[in-house]
């Protein structure tokens, strides 16, 4: 059976073994070397307001990512963020429906309303199959499946940590509905608290 903590530093103290947590490992890396680059940045007048928008690469994939930013961000104070994928362009044209916890209208209107926010669009790509499957999801609310937001892998969970972390992000209010994620400790990142999605 797999080691834990309390067994590992005994064995470890016995056989002169330095140990190191997964948390760790992440920091360092994240300290060290980032999968995402920054490509591009520009002023974006939305119909919630004005907003910088900056354009990321997933440099394993090459899939892009945007983040829309309201305010001035410090990893001290508390932002609100809305971390939302896949991104489609019915998330963008409704206002309404969603089949996330949070559609990006509200979201959007939410984050500009506060002091300081970031809005993380991951996956700026969608495939035809893709739109078909919100198309329906949206149009049979009775079958509609689970937020999409709650199938974000461990990769993608990294990917918008670490666009946070460029954005200088540290205590995260998040728009989404309370889950168990994985440790943001090694972006030095803290989840303070949920925001209810609003009422329709």
């Known amino acids: 059976t797999m080691a ?4 590992l530093i005994d064995f470890a103290r016995e056989h002169g073994l330095k140990i190191g947590t997964i948390a760790d490992l992440i920091h360092y890396r994240s300290q060290n070397e980032s999968i995402v680059e920054r490509i591009a940045s520009r002023t974006m007048h939305t119909a919630h307001g004005t907003f910088e928008a900056i354009a990321y690469r997933d440099k394993p994939s090459g899939g892009a990512h945007l983040a829309l930013v ?4 410090s990893p001290e104070l508390e932002t609100l963020v809305r971390v939302h994928q896949p991104v489609s362009i019915l998330d963008i044209l409704e206002t309404q429906e969603t089949t996330h916890s949070w559609n990006m209208s509200a979201a959007m209107a939410a984050i500009h309303a ?18 078909f499957a919100q198309f329906d999801a949206l149009n049979n609310p009775d079958a509609k499946p689970q937020s999409r937001g709650s199938s974000m892998d461990l ?7 670490q666009i946070l972390k460029d954005l200088r992000v540290g205590k995260m209010a998040l728009l989404a ?24």
Do not use: W
């Open 155 to 161: 990769r993608t969970y990294g990917i918008g940590a």
């Open 177 to 200: 509905n309370p889950r168990k994620m994985p440790s943001m400790t090694g972006f030095n990142l803290e989840v303070v608290g949920y925001r209810d999605k609003p009422n329709h």
């Open 4 to 7: 834990r903590l309390p067994d």
């Open 114 to 131: 506060a002091e300081r926010g970031v809005m993380v669009l991951l996956n700026c790509e969608e495939s035809a199959e893709q739109l």
């Open 70 to 73: 309201h305010g001035n961000i």
